[in-house]
């Protein structure tokens, strides 16, 4: 457990701090807070509420025990303080699946936000994709949901029975599967989506390989997700999945942050504007404008 809170922490601090970092960037840009974005705020008080939730509550799962007992484990020698504190730890359990969907979902709904910013104006048909990408996205995150709460344990204090009814309350079988088939698929689709719309941009190389470096971190968030649902289910009786939920949480929020933190950067280092050897027309649009007066809010 002390391994779990040092690396949690170290995590959490860098998380918070790219957030922190896009939010100067982004009011340095905008020349006031007021002008932030939806994703903007998203980010600030949603995703770092949830974060923060997460962290610290995956910490006290981490020290407790829960209804997740191993096959032909006598319940009968638990006694009722035993009970209590595992109840006690199967609901931390729900708190902590809850958070990490919450933060893995509102880095999903920002990234589109910036996607759908990156294409609105001269690329209709990429457009249109992202449209398609963020229903589906809504879609998993509804369909996800309604399962976990309404269908896979019943009734739903049987999440934090000792011992529970089914193995859908303590397991959550059911519910893992669903959530990689929807968080897996999404994230491949958006990986493909951002390289692509990066490549074809017309940033000079360098901007280009430094965008597509930032988000191929995507492919650790994957990676992670991957590996949190394997030790689910392969070693449900061991800590490691929590590692890696809080692994994939973490860089989820540096994927969807990295990329707004240019004006900060600039400032900061004396950098040039992110496309200066390719200067934008004052009314194009376009991702080629990152980091250009306009479209860099995107």
Not at 26 to 47: C, E, N
Not at 190 to 213: E, Q, W
Request: net charge positive; glycine share 4%; with cysteine.
């Amino acid at each position: 457990t002390m391994q779990f809170l040092v690396e949690s922490w170290i995590w959490y601090s860098f998380a918070i701090g790219i957030i922190i970092a896009r939010l100067v960037s982004r009011t340095i840009l905008f020349h006031s807070p007021k002008a932030l974005q939806y994703d903007d705020w998203m980010m600030g008080f949603f995703v770092t509420t949830c974060y923060t939730v997460l962290i610290v509550m995956a910490n006290i799962e981490a020290k407790a025990q829960s209804n997740l007992l191993p096959p032909g484990y006598d319940v009968h020698t638990l006694t009722p303080e035993d009970i209590s504190e595992r109840e006690y730890g199967s609901k931390i359990v729900v708190v902590v699946e809850q958070m990490q969907i919450l933060v893995i979902w509102a880095c999903k709904a920002c990234l589109l936000f910036l996607y759908y910013r990156l294409t609105q104006s001269v690329a209709s048909k990429s457009n249109l994709y992202i449209k398609i990408l963020a229903a589906y996205v809504a879609f998993g995150f509804i369909t996800m949901e309604i399962l976990y709460f309404a269908a896979w344990c019943r009734p739903f204090n049987q999440y934090w029975a000792v011992p529970t009814n089914s193995s859908q309350c303590n397991a959550l079988i059911n519910h893992r599967i669903t959530n990689a088939v929807f968080n897996i698929s999404s994230d491949l689709i958006m990986l493909c989506i951002a390289l692509t719309l990066f490549l074809r941009t017309l940033l000079p190389l360098k901007r280009k390989l430094i965008l597509c470096g930032i988000f191929s971190l995507g492919i650790f968030v994957i990676l992670a997700a991957v590996l949190n649902k394997y030790y689910s289910f392969k070693m449900p009786y061991e800590p490691t999945w929590i590692f890696w939920y809080i692994r994939e949480s973490s860089t989820a929020i540096l994927v969807a942050n990295l990329p707004f933190t240019w004006t900060l950067l600039r400032k900061l280092f004396n950098l040039g504007a992110f496309d200066e050897a390719h200067p934008p027309p004052p009314t194009y649009h376009s991702s080629r404008t990152a980091g250009g007066r306009r479209t860099a809010r995107a």
